[in-house]
């Protein structure tokens, strides 16, 4: 937000979170099996020519998704796992081009709105977990979760 801002983009964080289901995959093991039930995230909107677009699907490359539609070639139409969530599997939109982008909005499960400020958002939303876990997943899980990724990235 700070980089579109200083390009003069006006753009505002919208908060909610999402199901852990969507996350099997990228998530295995004892990371996903004590991951929260629901995940906080967010997305970047933007004001671009008079009008807002939302903009999620720029936190998983065209790499990363390639791979996971040859893993999957059988799906046809919506799919949920391996940090995606999406209407249409084969026909993402992941680039901006005066649109919305989205990857995992089909597992939103609670929305908390939009925000001008990170800051504001978070200290009405956060992600709720135990402190232990907190410090697992930070030192052990996410390191875990992206040696998934760079797996599936490789193949």
């Not at 139409?77 to 649109?99: H, P, Q, S, T």
């Not at 232990?132 to 875990?144: D, P, Q």
């Amino acid at each position: 937000m700070a980089l579109l801002r200083a390009c003069n983009i006006p753009c505002r964080v919208h908060g909610f979170t999402i199901d852990k289901s969507l996350q099997k995959g990228a998530m295995t093991g004892f990371v996903y099996r004590n991951a929260p039930k629901n995940i906080f995230h967010s997305w970047v909107e933007i004001n671009f020519e008079n009008q807002w677009y939302e903009l999620e699907a720029f936190i998983l490359d065209k790499t990363y998704i390639k791979k996971l539609q040859e893993r999957n070639p059988e799906c046809k139409g919506a799919f949920c796992g391996y940090g995606v969530a999406v209407k249409d599997f084969r026909n993402l939109i992941i680039e901006f081009d005066r649109n919305n982008t989205y990857i995992q909005s089909e597992g939103i499960n609670q929305d908390f709105g939009v925000y001008d400020c990170p800051d504001e958002l978070l200290k009405e939303h956060h992600q709720e977990i135990s402190a232990f876990k907190a410090f697992a997943y930070r030192h052990i899980g996410r390191h875990l979760m992206n040696r998934n990724v760079r797996k599936i990235r490789e193949r």
